[in-house]
């Protein structure tokens, strides 16, 4: 029986039209091989980027609705385009938007989420033997207005086409070879990994590993589907992100991520009440400021320290919302170091292995490096360091783990 | 009870987003008279160009769905553009792509014809005191392709959205003040025309006035809607297109044309036998070559000469399919004079006035220019001369009838 193929290529693969004949070229090596194909495409390199410059030129606060029908065109040109390579190389192919294959989702313009797809138009074009080609980022809401899916949302478009179409797996070609052990840029002992799992991968992705958006990854591990994350400038395989139980050998730390231009926030003397923490975050989070690591210290004299950390863009505007809780919260002076940068571990072995933390610790320490903040899940130990010794904590971490090659 | 006003902007009234904010303003003025108003519009200045420049990097021979599902994104960019520009002044306003709409068409990509239109979200949007904004040139078919209109597309969108509202006027804006008794870019003496009647107006458009497509002009004929061409740099009126009845004072000639770098071809001794004609025709319209005027003289001794004009540019073809018939068709040389000018003068007056033929062959003799070929239908008389007297010949013509101003 034939296979069925779902691959997803980003906006710098489709980023001009060589770049496009190259992809249907590497489709029609699938196609020949008598498989199903589907294929999810990305709008071409800049072109999100020169649609909200045109809108910007219209207006600062566009209507989120008419954002979408405008950002939406650019997915549309780039399968209408992949679907005309393919056919001048003699592959028959058809191209669909949101629309045509009834990819429903919610009605949160600019950040929909998916509800169902309909996958009768994409099997009618496998029934005709020909590739399917599908904008990603885009749906409709049940009154048919378009919407779009937020940051990585081809990346989710694809992972959702292979699960209704029951593929075993999604492809999703980028410009890098796959996900590694740390930023190979930064550190160049970084190694590329054969296997990682959902649950580290959206740690990684959380912590801004950048190769794959989270809701892509959280739907991969709802429905089962493995993400084949590859390069498309080669045919070398990449790295699979799969299930826990597919994994034989678990390790401790896959991966190292650094997140730079952090800052944490301190706020001593916070009065030990129930409901003070939640009035802060709260908020925070309505100014839309993404708060990372929390920690309070424990309760002395009916007060608490309570520190986080923020991005440092977000530092003024988290000032204004403590002055304004400033009664409520706390008596004493607001401290704010806007020069840290936050070290991560991740693996699922942690889960199976002690002493992880204190080898963290201990080989952070060796290099001098000053721990100010730690904060620890079941498969993350992060540190918040001086930014100045990011580079030097990356590497030492990935070395004390054995990650390099 | 409020108006339902129709407005079309072409691409060039769209042309940046300063223009769009113009329009914007210009469509504000009419809502805020408390009216219905229901916005067609074009892809912005050249993208329609650009678009067609990508596919033509792609392929030669791009597939039509797949180069309708390409160019329908220029019209989304606009429409989303607009409502943006409206919302930014106050205006409450919702874009429309043809599926939205359910501007249904037949299957013929490129070349689509509506077949109908849904108004539900055009009168909800009315209902919420919302301007609609839909995308011109666009529909799609039964099972959900993306469709196009062809040339004039957001014209024809524009009337048949006013025939579906029942509007009374749609109005079509555009970068000339309205229609003209002849190109004012070449004839000084040139003058805008109040009213013309859909027929005249067919006429003209046919032969390539420019203004107005045809499929637009039968379209309001059939549904009895008037076609206002307005400028969209200023408030003044432009030219009504209505019905005969409307018209009080019928001119004889309302407009002179020419039709530059034509081809005569003469075919001598063609045998006088039924379907030698449709023959000969049929084998042109096969390779799409447009003819215009045909002219059989009566057969002698069981032959015919049969003369008609082509664009210049179909010579080489017309010479090679009629090589192919030469057996069929005729002993005789084939002669071309591929150096010929058409001149038209329309007018419905002509239907209840004589001598109309005589007195534009008299302008023409007059300034010695030589008519190789006649023909007339009910509202037209055409005449084929050298190209080298065409200006002259226009400025005859439009002068005898006094047309100037």
């Given at each position: ?15 001009d ?8 070229n ?9 498989d ?8 071409m390199?800049h ?5 909200v410059?045109l ?8 209507p ?7 950002l939406?065109?650019g997915?549309?040109?780039s399968?209408?385009?992949?679907a005309?390579?393919l ?11 949101g629309?045509q ?6 009605g949160n313009?600019?950040?929909?989420k998916?509800?169902?797809i ?10 005709e ?6 904008a990603?980022?885009?749906?409709i809401?049940?009154d048919?207005?378009?919407?779009t899916?937020?940051?990585?949302g081809s ?9 209704a179409l ?17 930023d190979?840029?930064?550190?160049p ?11 580290e991968?959206?740690?990684l ?9 989270s ?6 591990m709802?429905?089962?589907?493995t993400i084949?994350v ?9 790295t699979?992100?799969v299930?826990?139980?597919?994994i034989?050998?678990?390790?401790k730390?896959?991966?190292?991520t ?5 800052a944490?926030?301190?706020?001593p003397?916070?009065k030990d ?6 009035e ?9 400021i993404i708060?990372?690591?929390?920690v ?9 320290t309570?520190?986080?950390?923020i ?9 204004l ?9 706390s ?6 170091d806007?020069?840290i940068?936050?070290?991560?571990a991740v693996?699922v072995?942690?889960?199976?292995h002690?002493?992880v933390?204190?080898?963290m610790?201990q080989?952070l ?7 100010l903040?730690?904060?620890t ?8 360091i001086?930014q100045?010794?990011s ?5 030492a ?9």
């Open positions: 029986m034939a296979k069925t193929i779902v691959q997803k290529y980003g906006g710098t693969s489709v980023g039209t060589t770049k496009i004949k190259n992809v249907a590497r489709i029609k090596s699938y196609f020949d091989n008598g199903n194909v589907a294929v999810v495409v990305s709008a390199g072109t999100t980027d020169i649609l410059d809108a910007e030129q219209i207006t600062d606060n566009p989120k609705r008419e954002l979408d029908m405008l939406s065109t997915e549309q040109v399968v209408a385009l992949l005309m390579a056919e001048s190389i003699g592959v028959p192919a058809k191209s669909f938007t629309f294959i009834k990819m429903m989702t919610d313009h600019s950040n929909a998916i509800d169902s309909d996958r009768t138009r994409i099997d009618h074009a496998f029934s033997r020909k590739v399917a080609i599908i990603g980022f885009q749906g809401d049940k048919e207005n378009i919407t899916l937020g940051r990585g990346d989710t478009t694809a992972v959702a086409i292979a699960a029951g593929a075993d797996e999604c492809e999703i070609y980028t410009d890098v070879n796959g996900v590694y052990t740390t190979p840029n930064k550190v002992e970084a190694k590329m990994l054969d296997q990682i799992t959902y649950e991968m959206l740690e992705a959380s912590l801004g590993a950048g190769v794959l958006h809701r892509s990854v959280e739907l991969a709802n429905y089962g589907v084949h590859r390069s498309s400038f080669h045919r070398e395989p990449g699979l992100v299930s826990e139980d597919k034989m050998e678990k390790m730390v896959s991966g190292v650094v997140k730079n231009d952090q944490r926030v301190t706020i003397d916070v009440q129930p409901g003070i923490a939640a802060l975050f709260t908020a925070l989070s309505a100014k839309d708060v990372d690591v929390i309070q210290s424990s309760p002395r004299d009916g007060v608490n309570i520190s986080f950390t991005s440092k863009k977000d530092v003024p505007t988290t000032k919302v403590i002055e304004d809780l400033k009664k409520k919260l008596s004493g002076a607001l401290e704010i806007d020069d940068a936050i070290l991560s693996g072995g942690m889960k199976s002690v002493g933390a204190a080898q610790f080989a320490a060796t290099e001098g490096v000053n721990i903040m730690i904060s899940s079941e498969i993350k130990i992060s540190c918040v001086p100045s010794k580079k030097q904590g990356v590497q971490i990935h070395s004390a783990f054995g990650l390099g090659n």
